[in-house]
């Protein structure tokens, strides 16, 4: 029932469905719309009718919220990683802030692609006073609630994000306050 007046999603297919799914039990009548910033789709989904433009929620995806990339581990079952690498290797790669999987991204990689696009794109919505849903994954959310929250290197690594259960932050005009669910 909260109001969503844009949504910010990553270009992975499960992020997009995620928010597909949470937008059709609304019942405000408004229909999520991904907006395109290049080519033919630019220009071929423009709504040129204000009633119609009052009736959407504009969806902007970006592979700045998309998962950390895992590099040669992308794709792997983790108990055969585990027996090829070593449980505290894997285990290392997957909960270290710095360090890396071979030719993948560090959770530290992943919150200097996320960070700026979330201060630079996501934030300014919030601070013109609209509802944000963003729809991303447990890496890239971490890298915003870093930010949203001023954590640590060290507390982000031990940060868990439950899939499919929202997080929700209002906005005080010069800092974010984190609400529970049901309150």
Known sequence: SIPIDVIFCSTLVRAMMTTMLAMSVRHDGKTPVVQHAEGKLNSWSKIYSQDALANIIPVYCSDALNERMYGELQGLNKRETMDAYGEEQVKLWRRSFSVRPPNGESLELTTKRT?????????PEIKAGKNVLVSAHGNSLRACVKDIEGLSDDEVVSLEIATGEPIIYEWNESSFERKHIYE
């Open 115 to 123: 960070i700026p696009y979330f201060e630079r794109t996501i934030l």
